[in-house]
């Protein structure tokens, strides 16, 4: 059985944009659901469950605080112990989200599915950005991509700061992040491809 290749971040800013133009042109929700992943790196499944009255509460705050499922799912760390990873809305997300939640009453999901009182899925947000990436040449394109994406710009634009990805992302290790970010696969890669110079 093929090993499943993980999700890669957009690492090109114009590539980013380009979905973003692609994603509001088909389909509003969609659109709000990437800009809402890249600017706080929250996993696909904490996003999705959001209501009205969250991004409210949010927005009046500052900040999003969201218990992420990945770690709650756990048997091995309880609930009660995990702190919630705090992220900054950036003030285009703000506007952004304000204008998107005008008229949706506050139990709504924000993200609903076609069924209107449910929110959608994981693997139709992969389907998603999976079909805009393809149609800008992207590969390896799924619901995680977008924190994948948050992660690398951020490690980026501090200068490769792993431990402030680290902080940001909530990971109990800078090797877990390093992993995540996928810089050892890179160094290696750039190893083995200087072995070119072996064969004629």
């Known amino acids: 059985m093929r090993k499943k290749r993980p999700a890669k971040p957009i690492k090109d800013i ?13 389909n509003e929700r969609d659109y709000v659901l990437f ?34 499922g990945k770690k709650v799912n756990s048997k091995r760390i309880r609930k009660e112990n995990i702190k919630p990873r705090e992220v900054k809305i950036i003030s285009k997300l703000d506007k952004i989200l304000r204008e998107y939640i005008r008229d949706k009453k506050d139990f709504e999901y924000i993200f609903q599915s076609r069924k209107g009182n449910k929110y959608i899925t994981v693997s139709h947000v992969s389907r ?26 951020i490690y980026m634009e501090s200068g490769k700061d792993i431990v402030a990805v680290k902080e940001l992302l909530g990971h109990s290790s800078i090797e877990i992040t390093k992993r995540y970010l996928g810089l050892d696969r890179e160094t290696y890669d750039k190893y083995s491809d200087k072995l070119n110079g072996l064969i004629r």
């Not at 114009?14 to 509001?24: A, G, M, P, S, T």
């Not at 950005?129 to 924190?147: D, K, P, Q, V, Y």
């Open 128 to 153: 998603i950005l999976r079909t805009a990436g393809e149609w800008f040449g992207l590969h390896n394109i799924s619901a995680h991509s977008m924190r994948k994406t948050y992660a690398y710009t």
């Open 35 to 68: 800009v809402l992943g890249i600017a706080t790196g929250y996993r696909a499944g904490d996003l999705v469950k959001l209501k009205v009255r969250d991004i409210k509460d949010a927005l009046d705050y500052g900040y999003f605080l969201i218990l992420e």
């Open 14 to 26: 114009e590539k980013v944009l380009d979905i973003q133009d692609y994603l509001r042109y088909k």
